[in-house]
């Protein structure tokens, strides 16, 4: 079967570094993604991995090792407008390009 | 540019109504989805079309729920007798192709209630 997995709820404070965790299991794989999710709003596009490894994107990283289903997102010099929903999704191989989404995890930045 | 748009923005119907949602993807995107979403979930899919057929309809919870895109570009998602459980965000999204790396945009959704 196909499922994902990620922690609830996150807190950090404003400047700091936070990690957010995501597991995943698929019998096809073909990519994993991070959205960031304001309440009320759309998701929006973070990153994109593929292939095992550390991809960096100014504030934000994303990791991925395909072996383990493990994923994580880093977010460094956390601002408060970085609170929100962080969703990680994959995509099955196979011709399949819906996303299949975790639960979220909810990040609160404090001053 | 325009981004994925989503009307009505919120529809309050009562049980047993038939509804309809529109999205209209980005200009040029061939491919077309639709999710759900509930309270505290992550996005839960429902149909992808590539072009004017519908190429995974997997999600569709039963055949209360059928979307169409006659025209390659705007698409309906029409839910018939409506029941409270059907009540969500339903969200859009289109991308300019397929394949891994192709990002999915997502419009504003509809928030439906179904009293």
């Known amino acids: 079967g196909q499922n994902i997995d990620q922690p609830t709820e996150m807190t950090a404070t404003e400047g700091a570094i936070v990690q957010i965790n995501c597991t995943y299991q698929t019998s096809g794989f073909n990519g994993l993604f991070w959205y960031q999710q304001h309440a009320g709003e759309a998701p929006t596009f973070l990153s994109y991995?593929?292939?095992?490894g550390l991809e960096e994107k100014g504030r934000f990283s994303s990791f991925l090792s395909r072996s383990k289903g493990y994923s994580y997102l880093l977010l460094k010099e956390l601002q408060m407008k970085d609170s929100a929903s962080y969703l990680c999704?994959?995509?099955?191989?196979?011709?399949?390009?819906?996303?299949?989404f975790g639960a979220g995890t909810r990040l609160a930045v404090h001053p | 540019g325009a981004g994925v748009s989503q009307t009505p923005s919120n529809k309050v119907t009562e049980k047993g109504k038939y509804v309809e949602l529109r999205c209209d993807p980005i200009?040029?995107?061939?491919?077309l989805y639709w999710y759900r979403q509930s309270l505290g979930q992550g996005p839960e899919f429902l149909i992808y079309f590539q072009g004017t057929g519908a190429a995974d309809d997997s999600g569709l919870p039963n055949d209360r729920f059928f979307a169409v895109r006659p025209e390659g570009s705007v698409s309906t998602l029409k839910i018939q007798r409506t029941e409270r459980g059907d009540s969500a965000v339903y969200l859009c999204?289109?991308?300019?192709?397929?394949?891994?790396?192709?990002?999915?945009?997502f419009g504003p959704g509809t928030r439906l209630t179904v009293t």
């Open positions: 999704a994959f995509k099955a191989s196979g011709g399949y390009n819906k996303l299949i």
């Open positions: 991995n593929v292939l095992d």
């Open positions: 999204a289109s991308s300019v192709g397929t394949g891994g790396s192709y990002e999915q945009y």
């Open positions: 200009s040029g995107h061939t491919a």
